[in-house]
């Protein structure tokens, strides 16, 4: 029998929570329970594998590995007993087989996140290393030498592509996170976060070294991309950088275009970016006119990509929550923002936000790539950038105005209205929600919205593995902001503080994407 019909999303009939000690406080020990339940719920549903099969880590089981290695490596702040805690890593470590797969790299599937590439594979088995250390900072495990061939045979690769590849048998983009070079970059920037064996060391010197490289044909795609684009359609709503989906189609969403590839970008070293960031900076101001023009809304692509659907999607993969994934990155950058900051990108975040907050309660579920908790994520980033970057993101908008000698404002009072409890609020309401979505909610009967069930109800990106994630995430943030508060209340400074320090460490950023830079957890 069909599922019956359901809208793209329900009405929004939540309430911001208030944020103050006491709701911070039961909202970290919901989450809490809901990260260990779901675990739980995960381990006993998603097989384990005897041995690697052609799938990436956005719907396949190399995802729910990595989920769990997330998970133990933010057990800190998850409060529970050791031996809990050292189950995700047993859960982790049962899920990476040894070896590689039987599949040869291909120019389109460079990106660990996409199936058909062993490069999930090697990701996983030089984390599982770090990992199986405690995540010992000094501990240098040593890596099997085939890993680290084929990372550098992936990097090879990927600087002979261009901006378009054969995909199959259609030509697409080379350079989003979910198969293409920006992935790639991603995984190698999580593993030159790491420490290893001086032998180990010395095999991954020549494939960091190449990471410039790879950033600079990265670039060079979006200028090209960018040219063809003007070529073909005139420079209106043209970017400095674009990125292409399909041939002819240039794409904005996190995981095949632009607002995936630029904060990956900015997670690289601020000189490895230097000649780069004007670009960068007017491409975002860019996006935020684009978005702000669309009323919020980021359209799927340029020229319009054909489709019969009443609104535009908003979710992780296209739609507004990639511009507020993109603006929680780049606020968080210093040298970008007081350079390239435009009173466009607070029109951008407040009307991005007033569109996923109206339309983000998908009936597709609660996953990351087109859910509920993919959809409050980017509050958690902007959040962190306006409660621990606001004198840089003030002082950068009082040096706009001195330097264009505008008096005043575009919607003047917007500044005052994006404070950190206006993202972390709307945050806490969606992730708690998330709790009654399939399959972490077994009883859809208890939920007043008939939400789907997931095609890979256990996944990372499309499933449970992804909440969890996203919960445990929140559990970070609520812990920092926890006990930055009480610091304030004793007269103390964060800085150096180590409770904080921590619970700031074990935010690792979306998953495939990051945002609080490669922290060496994808």
């Given at each position: ?32 329970a809901a990260v260990y339940n779901g675990a739980e719920i995960i381990h006993a549903n998603e097989p384990i594998p005897d041995k690697w099969s052609v799938g990436g880590m956005f719907k396949h089981f190399p995802g729910v590995a990595l989920a ?20 995700f890593r047993q859960y982790a470590l049962q899920r990476i087989p040894s070896g590689l797969p039987d599949i040869p790299l291909r120019p389109s599937r460079l990106s660990p996140g996409g199936s058909f590439s062993p490069l999930a594979a090697v ?400």
């Amino acid at each position: 029998m069909a599922e019956p019909e359901r809208p793209q999303y329900y009405e929004n009939t939540l309430t911001p929570l208030p944020i103050n000690p006491a709701t911070l406080i039961d909202s970290l020990r919901e989450l809490r329970a809901a990260v260990y339940n779901g675990a739980e719920i995960i381990h006993a549903n998603e097989p384990i594998p005897d041995k690697w099969s052609v799938g990436g880590m956005f719907k396949h089981f190399p995802g729910v590995a990595l989920a769990f290695l997330r998970l133990d490596y933010q057990s800190s702040v998850l409060a529970r007993e050791k031996a809990a805690s050292l189950n995700f890593r047993q859960y982790a470590l049962q899920r990476i087989p040894s070896g590689l797969p039987d599949i040869p790299l291909r120019p389109s599937r460079l990106s660990p996140g996409g199936s058909f590439s062993p490069l999930a594979a090697v990701t996983l088995h030089i984390l599982s290393a770090v990992a199986e250390t405690n995540w010992e900072l000094d501990a240098r495990p040593s890596l099997p030498q085939e890993d680290i061939i084929c990372l550098h045979d992936a990097v090879n690769l990927a600087l002979k592509n261009g901006p378009i590849v054969l995909h199959d048998d259609r030509k697409m983009g080379g350079d989003e996170m979910l198969y293409g070079r920006a992935g790639l970059l991603w995984a190698l920037l999580n593993v030159r976060a790491h420490r290893f064996s001086e032998e180990s060391e010395k095999a991954l010197a020549p494939v960091f070294a190449m990471v410039p490289q790879l950033i600079c044909s990265i670039i060079d795609a979006g200028r090209e991309c960018s040219k063809c684009y003007i070529q073909e359609h005139g420079d209106k709503d043209a970017h400095p950088l674009m990125y292409a989906w399909m041939e002819g189609y240039y794409c904005f969403g996190t995981a095949h275009g632009i607002t995936g590839i630029l904060p990956i970008l900015l997670s690289c070293r601020s000189e490895e970016l230097a000649g780069y960031m004007p670009e960068i900076g007017e491409t975002i101001t860019a996006l935020c006119k684009f978005s702000v023009a669309n009323n919020g809304h980021l359209p799927m692509t340029l020229p319009p990509f054909p489709s019969k659907r009443p609104s535009e999607l908003v979710q992780f993969c296209h739609g507004s929550p990639g511009i507020l994934i993109l603006l929680g990155t780049a606020l968080q950058n210093e040298q970008l923002t007081r350079d390239y900051w435009h009173p466009t990108w607070d029109q951008a975040i407040y009307q991005a936000t007033c569109r996923t907050w109206e339309e983000g309660i998908l009936s597709k579920g609660g996953s990351l790539c087109h859910g509920i908790s993919g959809n409050a994520w980017p509050w958690l980033m902007l959040h962190n950038a306006f409660e621990y970057h606001s004198t840089h993101i003030d002082e950068a908008r009082r040096e706009y105005f001195q330097r264009t000698l505008e008096s005043i404002q575009p919607d003047g009072n917007l500044s005052r209205q994006l404070t950190p409890d206006f993202f972390l609020s709307r945050a806490l309401a969606f992730m708690l929600h998330s709790f009654e979505t399939r399959p972490y909610n077994s009883s859809p009967a208890t939920s007043d919205k008939d939400y789907r069930t997931p095609d890979d109800p256990y996944s990372l990106f499309e499933g449970l593995a992804g909440n969890v994630c996203a919960w445990a995430e929140t559990c970070a943030v609520i812990q920092a902001r926890l006990r930055k508060v009480d610091l304030s209340e004793e007269g103390a400074s964060v800085d150096g503080h180590g409770m904080f320090q921590r619970a700031m460490r074990c935010q690792l950023g979306f998953p495939l994407v990051g945002g609080n830079g490669a922290g060496g957890l994808l």
